[in-house]
């Protein structure tokens, strides 16, 4: 069974960073796509970051291309969302989800594992 489990949240100023870590239980790590999505309350959970199984190819949401950056190291089973400039709209539950499809994907159907959420409030 995978297991993953999100840290790194917290309340944090407009403008200011905070970096998000998702470390996965398992052998595989390496063969799944690793994606980050939000879920603000009252919204639907939304796309945030998705990355390849090497690392290779990354493809973010366009509220957070070139403020978000998502990494990951196959060594210690653990993928990242550095966030940077955080704005309020960013507030949400981050949940991290593991993919075993080949290619990457944005839609929340395409993750078969999913973590329990970190909270990130940025005030204003």
């Known amino acids: 069974q995978v297991q993953l489990v999100e840290s790194g949240g917290g309340l944090v100023q407009a403008g200011g960073s905070l970096r998000l870590s998702c470390a996965v239980s398992?052998?595989?790590?390496?063969?799944?796509?690793m994606g980050w999505f939000r879920q603000a309350p009252g919204k639907e959970r939304e796309f945030v970051a998705v990355?390849?199984?090497?690392?290779?190819?990354?493809y973010y949401a366009d509220s957070v291309k070139g403020r978000f950056t998502i990494s990951r190291d196959n060594a210690k089973n653990t993928v990242y969302l550095q966030m940077s400039r955080l704005k309020p709209e960013d507030t949400a539950v981050y949940y991290c989800?593991?993919?075993?499809?080949?290619?990457?994907?944005?839609?929340?159907?395409?993750?078969?594992?999913w973590g329990q959420g970190t909270q990130v409030t940025v005030s204003s």
């Open positions: 989800a593991a993919s075993d499809y080949l290619v990457i994907h944005t839609t929340t159907a395409k993750y078969r594992y």
């Open positions: 398992g052998r595989t790590f390496s063969s799944y796509v």
């Open positions: 990355i390849s199984q090497s690392g290779g190819r990354t």
